[in-house]
Each structure stands twice: as structure tokens, then as C-alpha cells.
């Protein structure tokens, strides 16, 4: 017999070799129906592998992230299943479920092009394959059975992908007509497979190297019952009518120019000026938390960025380094700020007494990113870093630590974002080798993080394999209006840069000590944090944060004098108005400012003027009714002294 702990605790006994399901099966037939899959001792497996040892259960439902994304990764095999039916000969790449929902494959269709329509039919050919409710099979495989297969098959993505596995790690999954090399795991079978919809079409060059060719990249999402779909389907309509790209160039906010460089953003000055605010929020908050602003250049020695470990890890997918008329003088565009703000640390002796000391840059630095994996704002080839490095004692570090959470939930309720999850990061459990440090500073930064957030009382997950290469972290996964997940803020615990650049500080018992170091980013990036506000607010930005905060619309140019005096009165009140002098009817103007998400309008014609007062309406609301100009001056600095996050 095996000893089975649940979630809730209560520990149970079974034969050796019961599976998951046949567990699920002994508690309620009903809730057998349910499961997806199962989680063993922390992993993930199919709902019928069998259990051999004493361990937890965790039984995977629909409700469950991971039973969502086994069953989104089944989804791309039955994909495969329909695209091998319609398009013989087709070759497969990869095919993962997707964070953030639904699952993709990269497939080689010969040169053959596919179309909406095409998708359509490929749709119906999944719901065909779905009701056969053909069971996932899973199959160990030798190395040399699984080149014989694929060679056979004609399949050299799969081949490629077999370099890298080791003789007793392969498996095959089968369902229906369909054989896949794969890890796993899989629902127990397609008919949990209800409701489908293939979404986009793009291209993906085969392991994300331009070299390679390019493969067809399909998207799609599955659900258990036709009315999720829908749901999900109202929501995508809408993500359309907020994504960040189509709102930037509506709102004036920022460009592209492929003439400056893909995945470089220009930006405009409307879109200037909102970060500019976003900083100064946020300098304003670091001042009176004892921040000290520091700058550092744009490039910085290859020297550098090997001491600190970044060249050894990213050297390769960054940028190349830059060749100066002096031999063997190579210098990087800046990947990281940290390095930088190291070698500060080191400009002066420290006592005990000095730290902790705390360095913040607005920084803007570089990273190569492919062409294909760029995407508007959130993926980009520069972007400007809220960062910041603190260099503390040992015993400082849970106190600053607590003082950066507080930092980032201030940043987060004054923005609107009120839904979030605090992710704890930690080290991959079996391999190491992609870190750096010594177990013991790893593990004392790890209790760091966990006791920290603990004293917080955040809602908290842990993600083992999610840590930096130099330490743990604390990601903030915050879910916008719709419901989407973005990872926004980093808090980091770091004992290997100090040992790196031999940082030190004189203690109590004046011998010489290493600092910890905390890194930290609550906006994580400003281009990125704008590009999900934006999309989080359909681009109504609280009042505070807007570029422009009031349009005036003069009925005529009869009232032009009047609407200057106003526009003074609310510049030396510095709120930010525009006039909209043109030619227009004031319906027009309205509908204009309305679409711009103008906050507020002013309506000034015969009776305003004579009045001395203005005609004040607010976006999507509509007339608030005349009022004097003090009046509504108190109105805005009322509203944005209040910083509510958005209407």
C-alpha cells in the first residue's frame, strides 16, 4: 500500500499502481469525468499513470492552470491529427499550450499557403477527430525506434528534436491517427474537447533562428462547452478594440519606424509626456524612500558584462559588441543597469553604518530580440528600465525587501491594478547549472522572499526554474480588465553580483563584509507597463496621468477670446487643456474629444461668456452642467489629488 496526501492535508491509502483517475473514480464518478490530469509530488502527469511510491495529489480540473494548459497542449496533437488528415506530408515543429491561453503548432506545409477559410475547415475536422474520443496514449520509446520512425515519416524537426534527448527519456503519444514525439502529459481523451477555434496564422523561423526556414505558425484555442468559447470570444473582440497598438497610433502616443530600426518605439509627445509623469510619480515616491538617482551610460565595456555573468548567459542573443579603433577594445550596448550600478557602489569606502544605500536610474538599455517575437510595446528591441539596486547588510534584507513590496503595491492601486498574484521564483529544483552562487546564498535569499511576502500576507504561488541566473525573485502577475495575466514588477535578492565585483563595507567588528544586493523594477519597463495600461484602461488614463486632460470647444470664433482667457486660467492652475479651434460644428467637436478620451470638455458660446462660466461635460458621461472656472479647476485638482486610477 502507498500513503496519498491530498491538498487539504487528509492522507489516504491505496494499492501500489493506482493511477489518478482510478483515485478521482473512488471518490465520485462525477468528479472523474472531471479530470484532466493530475499533479504528483509537485509534477504534472496524465490522470492514468500509475502511482508507485507515497506522495501528493493534486486532481487537475478545468479550474486548474495546468489542467487548462494539458488540455490546451492535447488540443495542438489533435491540431496535428486534422492538419495530417487534410494536408498529407505536412511536418511538424513544436507545439505548446501558451501562457496566457490556448496553444500553437509550427508546421511545414510544403510551400502549401493556408487561409482563413482553410482554418474553418481545419476546425471542423478537430470537432470530427474530438467526438471519435480517441484515448492519449503514451509509449516509452527507444532513441534509435524513434529516428526509425521519423526518418520513415519524413519529419526532420522532430529528428532535430530528438538530438537533444537521451536514450530513456523519449515517449511517444498517440491518439487516433496521430503519433507525436512528446514529454506529456495529456488529457485522457479528445472528447473533453468541446468547443474550438483556431485564431491567427503567422510565421516562425524552425528553433527561432533566422537562419532556419520559416515555418507556418497556427493558433488556436479549445474550451469544454460551446458557451466558454463565446465568452471567450466577446473578450477577444474586445482585446481588439484596447490592444495597445491600435489605441498608440489612435492617441498620438508612439511610432515605429523601420527606417530607425524594428522594435525601437518612437515616441511621440503626447505619449513623451505620459512617461514622463509615470517617472516623475515614481521618482517622487523613491525620493522619500531614501532612493538616490544615479545615471550611467548607454554602452559600457565587454569587461564588464563578463564579470557580472550577463555576457556568458545572453552574450550571444544580445547585440554585438562594438569594435573602437584601439585593439581588443570591445564595448556592449547596455543589456542590464546592474553592472553599472556595482561599479558606483565601489566609487567610495562603506561603513555599516553607510547602508543601505540605494541607487535608481530611469535606464534605458538593449537586447536583440528576433523579428518575429516583437510585438508593439511589450516586446522590443530597446526599453527604459524602472530600476534600481539596493546594497544592504544581511540583516537589512527582509526589512528592505518588505519596503519594495509596499513600493510596488503603490505604484499598482494607484493605477488601477487590483488584481494580482505575487509569483515566488525560485531555482529549477533538478538542474543548477544555469545558475550562479553557492547553494547556502541561494538558499538564504530564497527565505528571504518567502518570509517577505509571507509578512506582507500576499497571495502567493511558487514557480520553480522561474529565478534569474544570479537569484531568486518575487514577480508581481497582475490581471488586467480582461482577465489577461502580464508579469509586471520584479523584486530580486542577489548575493553573487557583490562576490562578483568584490563589493564590501566595513561592519561593526571593522572587518570587511560583503553587502546583498536587491534589485527591483515595479513598472518592470516603461514601454511595456504603458502597453498594458493601456490596454487595462481602453486608453481612458486616470486624470492624473492623461496628456490631455481638458478639450475646449468654442461654438465659434466669436468666443476666441474667451476660450484664451480660459486656457490661461487653467495653464497657471497647470492643468493641461488644448483648444479645438477649428471650423467644425460642436457635435463634431465633442465626437472628436470623445473618441480622443478627453477627460473633459468645455462648451463655451454666448451664455458661458456672458456668464463668466463654462459648459463642462465628461467623456462617456456626458453634461455636468455650467459651472464657474474656479469651480471646475477645484473639480480636476480634487480628482487628480485623489489619483482615482481610471473611470
Not at 548575493?495 to 563589493?503: A, D, K
Request: charged share 30%; aromatic share 10%; glycine share 8%.
Amino acid at each position: 500500500m502507498i500513503n496519498i496526501t491530498f491538498p487539504d492535508g487528509a492522507v489516504r491509502q491505496y494499492e501500489q499502481g493506482v493511477s489518478a483517475l482510478d483515485i478521482a473514480k473512488s471518490i465520485s464518478e462525477g468528479l472523474a469525468r472531471k479530470v484532466l490530469a493530475a499533479k504528483v509530488n509537485g509534477q504534472v502527469v496524465d490522470a492514468s499513470r500509475p502511482i508507485t511510491q507515497d506522495g501528493t495529489l493534486q486532481l487537475l480540473t478545468w479550474v486548474d492552470t495546468d489542467g487548462k494548459a494539458t488540455m490546451w497542449h492535447s488540443s495542438a496533437h489533435l491540431m496535428a491529427e486534422a492538419l495530417e488528415a487534410l494536408y498529407p506530408g505536412v511536418k511538424f515543429g513544436n507545439g505548446p499550450s501558451l501562457e496566457n491561453g490556448g496553444f500553437f503548432y509550427d508546421v511545414d506545409l510544403d510551400g502549401r499557403a493556408i487561409s482563413d477559410e482553410d482554418l474553418r475547415k481545419l476546425e471542423v475536422k478537430m470537432t470530427e477527430l474530438a467526438n471519435l474520443n480517441s484515448v492519449y496514449v503514451r509509449k516509452d520509446v527507444s532513441k534509435a525506434d524513434a529516428i526509425k520512425y521519423f526518418t520513415e515519416k519524413n519529419d526532420p524537426y522532430k529528428l532535430d528534436n530528438l538530438q537533444k534527448l537521451e536514450d530513456g527519456n523519449i515517449t511517444f503519444y498517440t491518439q487516433g491517427n496521430f503519433t507525436d514525439l512528446c514529454r506529456g502529459p495529456h488529457i485522457p481523451n479528445t472528447g473533453f474537447i468541446k468547443a474550438i477555434k483556431l485564431t491567427n496564422i503567422a510565421g516562425a523561423y524552425w528553433m527561432g533562428d533566422e537562419k532556419n526556414k520559416m515555418l507556418t505558425r497556427i493558433y488556436g484555442i479549445t474550451f469544454p462547452s460551446k458557451k466558454e468559447l463565446d465568452e471567450y470570444l466577446t473578450l477577444l473582440e474586445e482585446a481588439k478594440k484596447r490592444d495597445h497598438r491600435k489605441l498608440g497610433k489612435e492617441l498620438e502616443l508612439f511610432a515605429f519606424s523601420e527606417k530607425v530600426g524594428l522594435g525601437l518605439p518612437l515616441w511621440l509627445p503626447k505619449g513623451a509626456m505620459l512617461r514622463e509623469r509615470l517617472q516623475n510619480f515614481l521618482q517622487k515616491a523613491q525620493i522619500e524612500s531614501g532612493y538616490l538617482p544615479v545615471v550611467t551610460p548607454h554602452i559600457g565595456n565587454k569587461n564588464l558584462y563578463i564579470t557580472s555573468g550577463h555576457y556568458e548567459k545572453y552574450g550571444k542573443d544580445s547585440f554585438q559588441p562594438i569594435h573602437t579603433p584601439e585593439e581588443g577594445e570591445e564595448f556592449m550596448l547596455k543589456p542590464m543597469n546592474c553592472p553599472h550600478h556595482c561599479e558606483i557602489y565601489k566609487v567610495s569606502p562603506k561603513s555599516y553604518k553607510d547602508l543601505p544605500v540605494r541607487f535608481a536610474e530611469f535606464g534605458t538599455v538593449y537586447r536583440y530580440e528576433q523579428h518575429g517575437e516583437l510585438h508593439g510595446l511589450t516586446r522590443v528591441r530597446g526599453f527604459t528600465q524602472d530600476d534600481a539596486h539596493l546594497f544592504c547588510r544581511p540583516d537589512q534584507v527582509k526589512e528592505e525587501f518588505c519596503k519594495v513590496i509596499d513600493l510596488v503595491l503603490y505604484v499598482f492601486a494607484s493605477l488601477g491594478f487590483d488584481n494580482y498574484t505575487a509569483q515566488i521564483s525560485l531555482r529549477d529544483k533538478e538542474d543548477r547549472a544555469k545558475y550562479i552562487g553557492s547553494d547556502e546564498n541561494w538558499e538564504l535569499a530564497e527565505q528571504a522572499i518567502i518570509e517577505s511576502a509571507a509578512e506582507k500576507g500576499l497571495k502567493t504561488v511558487v514557480e520553480y526554474g522561474e529565478a534569474a541566473f544570479y537569484g531568486p525573485k518575487l514577480d508581481f502577475m497582475v490581471k488586467d480588465a480582461l482577465g489577461r495575466k502580464w508579469q509586471l514588477g520584479t523584486i530580486q535578492v542577489d548575493y553573487n553580483l557583490p562576490e562578483r565585483f568584490e563589493l564590501e563595507y566595513i561592519g561593526a567588528d571593522n572587518k570587511v563584509h560583503r553587502p546583498v544586493m536587491i534589485h527591483r523594477a515595479p513598472f518592470g519597463s516603461l514601454e511595456r507597463f504603458i502597453a498594458v495600461l493601456i490596454e487595462h484602461c481602453a486608453g481612458k488614463f486616470p486624470l492624473w496621468l492623461t496628456p490631455t486632460q481638458v478639450k475646449i470647444l468654442p461654438i465659434s470664433d466669436k468666443y476666441q477670446a474667451y476660450t484664451e482667457k480660459v486656457a490661461e486660467l487653467l495653464k497657471k492652475a497647470e492643468i493641461r487643456a488644448e483648444i479645438d479651434d477649428r471650423s467644425e460644428k460642436i457635435g463634431k467637436k465633442i465626437r472628436d474629444a470623445e473618441i480622443a478620451k478627453v477627460p473633459y470638455m468645455l462648451v463655451l458660446g454666448e451664455k458661458e461668456e456672458s456668464d463668466g462660466k463654462v459648459a463642462v461635460r465628461r467623456q462617456a458621461k456626458g453634461d455636468l452642467g455650467a459651472m464657474s472656472v474656479e469651480e471646475f479647476v477645484s473639480l480636476i485638482q480634487d480628482e487628480v489629488a485623489n489619483r482615482k486610477p481610471f473611470e
